[in-house]
């Protein structure tokens, strides 16, 4: 839900999302995550450009933990664009990290600027992934890497009416997608190389570890930062999340395709 300050990652969700991710990341798997998802590719250098940047966590990780030589994060809110300038000058990174608002649509790039399109999980409230990739084509370099990974649905069907109420809780305006939509968008916009690796088995594991701290003794700590009524509608969404992540149809997973050149 939106905030009075109109921005659905608004202060006090930024606040709990970090609470139980880790400072700067607004989804699950820090550091760690990232890690996994650049696995063997080397990004010493590179030009990277990280679509929906959220607090900060993944552009810093980028440049730390994995050499990118200049990230530009971009995202549409305000509120997690100065939340990620702050945790970004934290770390003495402001001169290889920039970062800019942007509105929905083509990302304001020339073509060929990077040699990395990056997102976690951040397009899943972009619903038209075939204009997506078709815009991470353009601005790749030949031989450029699209690295991401998002929050999909199993299948391409209705959702089921344990999806839609998750769905309806977040209050995100998630556009989610199957495997199979975000393999035919990249195959069609000229990707080769395209993989798909689910990482369901994995968070159904993480996300019962998470609500069971958000359960426990932090419950308090939160409560007094952000309020028990957000804490407690929050513990509701992720019981609700366990479910879809239970049957399936939630499926977090990780996504990769090459330029040909």
């Known amino acids: 839900m939106a905030h009075e300050d109109g921005d659905l990652y608004h202060a006090a969700l930024i606040a709990l999302l970090e609470g139980v991710w880790g400072d ?5 798997g820090g550091p760690a995550e990232i890690a996994r998802l650049v696995a063997d590719h080397d990004l010493s250098g590179a030009a990277v450009l990280d679509i929906g940047c959220g607090a900060g966590g993944v552009d810093i990780a980028l440049v730390r933990d994995h050499g990118a030589g ?10 997690v664009l100065a939340h990620a300038r702050m945790r970004i000058a934290e770390a003495g990174l402001s001169d290889r990290i ?17 040699d990395v399109v990056f997102s976690k999980d951040s397009i899943v409230h972009i619903p038209d992934k075939h204009a997506l990739m078709a815009d991470a084509w353009r601005l790749l370099k030949p031989g450029g890497w699209f690295i991401a990974s998002d929050w999909l649905i199993g299948h391409d069907d209705t959702p ?13 305006d998630f556009g989610m997608a199957s495997a199979g939509r975000y393999r035919d968008a990249l195959a069609k916009a000229g990707f080769v190389e395209v993989t798909t690796q689910s990482r369901n088995d994995w968070y159904r594991v993480t996300a019962r570890q998470e609500l069971a701290r958000m359960r426990g003794p932090w419950r308090e700590t939160a409560a007094a930062a952000v ?3 957000f804490v407690d509608h929050n ?7 366990i479910v879809v992540l239970d049957k399936g149809e939630h499926c977090p997973t990780h996504i990769r395709g090459r330029k040909p050149g």
């Open 160 to 172: 089921s009416p344990e999806m839609a109420a998750y769905i309806a809780a977040e209050g995100l």
């Open 24 to 28: 700067g990341f607004l989804s699950p």
């Open 235 to 241: 513990i509701d969404i992720w019981e609700r999340m």
């Open 98 to 114: 920039g970062l800019a608002k942007v509105a929905p649509g083509p990302l304001p790039f020339p073509p060929q600027s990077f």
């Open 70 to 79: 200049f990230v530009s994060g971009v995202d549409v809110e305000d509120t």
């Open 227 to 229: 309020g028990p009524d």
